[in-house]
């Protein structure tokens, strides 16, 4: 009997310590997942802290919104008022050539606009279907590069090696005034217009040639007696008019080039390219 009862002891002081010991490792799990929980909210907080400050530096670097240096932050409006306050100088920028009448030289602005109108009155002299909002925004945004690069003539054969370089380092600052869907849209356009790469662009780029050729025989191809330009020189820069509206190159060869030979404003080459065969547009 007191062999069962110090057996019956025994067992129970062995329950009590695993118990003891049971309850000792339940606690101990307890802490360690509340200090794995502490540990992973300090790296969900590190992360957020992490993405804020990467946001907080692209902001900083893009200079188009948030506070920086402790500016107020700008607005969609106040982006898209920069970038038009931005476009008023190229009413300052002029070109080589005159308006009507010699009476003075002629500015990005006033080409642009003359350009746009000329577009919408040819349309149906397009080789190719195009959508003219697009010809108009290309025609009108075309030339705003110049308000940094300066225009360059169309036969300033030294000016032209710069002149790429020039204007993308100008559309790459004046487009990046705009909120980053606008200046995506926009230099878009710019880049398509430069590249001859649609219908719109290729009869946008024949308008810029045939507007400043007109304003040039409208004042008795002067620009061209001035610069000594050749007829070589204009068949060149003229390579690829045809390619936006065919019929009005034709007429523009027939009406503004040809005159300005037979007066001898437009220095006399055929002979040499007789030989090229680029004497017929």
């Known amino acids: 009997m007191k062999q069962l009862k110090k057996e019956l002891e025994g067992k129970a002081d062995r329950e009590a310590v695993c118990g003891r010991e049971s309850r000792e490792i339940k606690e101990m799990e307890v802490a360690t997942n509340q200090k794995a929980g502490e540990t992973a909210d300090q790296r969900e907080r590190g992360t957020a802290a992490d993405q804020k400050a990467g ?8 200079g188009r919104a948030g506070c920086i240096d402790g500016e107020k932050a700008k607005s969609r409006l106040d982006l898209q008022f920069d970038f038009l306050r931005e476009l008023d100088q190229e009413k300052s920028i002029f070109r080589q050539n005159y308006i009507g ?16 109108i000329m ?10 279907e195009v959508d003219m909002e697009r010809v108009l925004l290309m025609i009108l945004l075309h030339d705003v590069v110049e308000i940094d690069a300066g225009d360059t003539y169309a036969y300033d054969e030294e000016g ?4 790429k370089k020039r204007e993308m380092d100008a559309a790459d600052r004046i487009f990046h005034i705009l909120p980053p869907d606008q200046e995506e849209f926009f230099r878009g356009l ?3 217009f430069e590249a001859w790469e649609s219908p719109e662009a290729r009869f946008a780029r024949a308008c810029d040639n045939f507007q400043p050729m007109m304003l040039n025989r409208m004042n008795g191809s002067q620009s061209w007696l001035d610069h000594g330009v050749s007829l070589s020189q ?7 008019s045809g390619e936006g509206a065919r019929e009005v190159w034709n007429y523009a060869y027939a009406h503004f080039i040809v005159p300005g030979l037979t007066e001898g404003k437009l220095r006399d080459d055929r002979e040499e390219l007789r030989g090229q065969q680029r004497i017929n547009p």
């Open 234 to 240: 204009v068949l060149e820069r003229n390579a690829r």
């Open 160 to 163: 032209k090696k710069s002149q």
């Open 119 to 128: 577009a919408a009155v040819l349309r149906e002299y397009a080789n190719e």
């Open 190 to 192: 710019w880049d398509e």
């Open 55 to 62: 946001e907080t530096a692209a902001v900083q670097k893009d």
């Open 101 to 116: 009448h010699h009476a003075r030289r002629e500015n990005d602005a006033e080409h642009a606009w003359h350009m746009a």
